[in-house]
């Protein structure tokens, strides 16, 4: 089966030989993380969750599975000047993390108004912070700097194929644990995490479901599938700090040609799904990591004809990563 649909993933930036390629790399660095379920959940929801949690994963969330895919697929001369990154929190605390794990420098530009827990993480895990305002304009031009000055390789948050590829073991885990699910939600963003995921499920499983959860304050990727083409938006409003990034040029052919649907929720939504990972599940969750929850929760879902027989639903989230005083100001308004 799965040498069948390689052909149709050659052109793309990963395909399920670089995703198993990936695993055999990083096997040993990564945790496996669990998938938990919860009886009152599938009450509520009307249908049977599997919850992948990666906020359980080093570093509180998906990314570092990326983050060492890529830096671990350096030589040591590429490796020995060290790496450089963008990033609003989660892939900069990774990369801080994995460049930590194999001796080499991480220099990270991050945007003053990222969350403080996130860039506490970064420099808990040794990586040189460099403040950038909070425009990607602002961050790229940061990073080229740096790159210059340094000698450093990039590692872009999404937009590389080391770090598709690493993103896409999610899915090698996922189906060996919950093998009958027939549909996964997951966040988007970037679309690093997703294309990873719906590249590795469908090579496995050509009639498996993947479905993208998205803030409708950062709406880009429903819009861009709508429009065929990307979209960007000029701003964002929601509280999901994680998902504010655009789509790359490497993630959205795989998400323009795999992904099946865009569910887009208010940020209330994505607050109630974080209460019921607490509540419930006892699993602190960040907003972007609840928001798959969020989805399965939302009318957009329930109420939609061709999703009506999606009934083992592989959930990812994504992270843990959270200010608590935040999101304590959050619940309380």
């Known amino acids: 089966m799965e040498e069948k649909n390689q052909e149709k993933v050659e052109k793309y930036a990963a395909n399920i030989s670089s995703i198993r390629e990936a695993q055999a790399r990083i096997g040993s660095l990564i945790h496996r993380t669990p998938v938990f379920c919860s009886e009152t959940l599938n009450s509520i929801t009307g249908r049977k969750l599997f919850f992948k949690c990666e ?54 530009v991050i945007p003053k108004n990222a969350p403080k827990c996130k860039v506490e993480n970064v420099i808990r895990y040794g990586g040189q912070v460099i403040w950038s305002e909070p425009t990607m304009k602002s961050r790229e031009e940061t990073a080229t700097r740096v790159l210059q000055e340094t000698g450093a390789v990039l590692v872009h948050p999404y937009n590389d194929g080391r770090i598709i590829s690493g993103q896409g073991t999610i899915s090698l885990e ?15 963003s970037g679309g690093g995490l997703i294309s990873g995921v719906v590249v590795a499920a469908k090579s496995i499983n050509p009639e498996i479901r993947v479905l993208a959860a998205e803030p409708k304050g950062a709406d880009d990727a429903a819009q861009s599938k709508a429009a065929g083409k990307i979209i960007t938006l000029s701003e964002t409003n929601t509280i999901a700090d994680g998902l504010r990034a655009s789509l790359g040029d490497l993630t959205w052919p795989i998400v323009r040609d795999f992904v099946d649907d865009v569910i887009t929720v208010e940020d209330k939504e994505i607050l109630q799904a974080m209460r019921l990972c607490y509540e419930i599940l006892k699993v602190a969750v960040e907003p972007s990591g609840a928001i798959s929850l969020a989805a399965v929760l939302s009318n957009d879902f329930r109420e939609n004809p061709a999703l009506k027989d999606c009934s083992n639903i592989g959930l990812v989230l994504s992270g843990g990563n959270v200010d608590l005083s935040i999101l304590w100001d959050s619940f309380n308004k």
């Open 55 to 108: 906020c359980f994963q080093k570093g509180g969330a998906f990314k570092f599975r990326g983050a060492c895919n890529a830096i671990f697929s350096l030589t040591d001369d590429q490796a020995a000047k060290g790496v450089v990154t963008h990033s609003s929190g989660n892939h900069a605390a990774a990369l801080a993390l994995a460049a930590k794990v194999r001796g080499v420098p991480a220099y990270v």
């Open 174 to 188: 996922l189906l060996e644990q919950a093998p009958h699910i027939d549909t996964i939600i997951v966040p988007i």
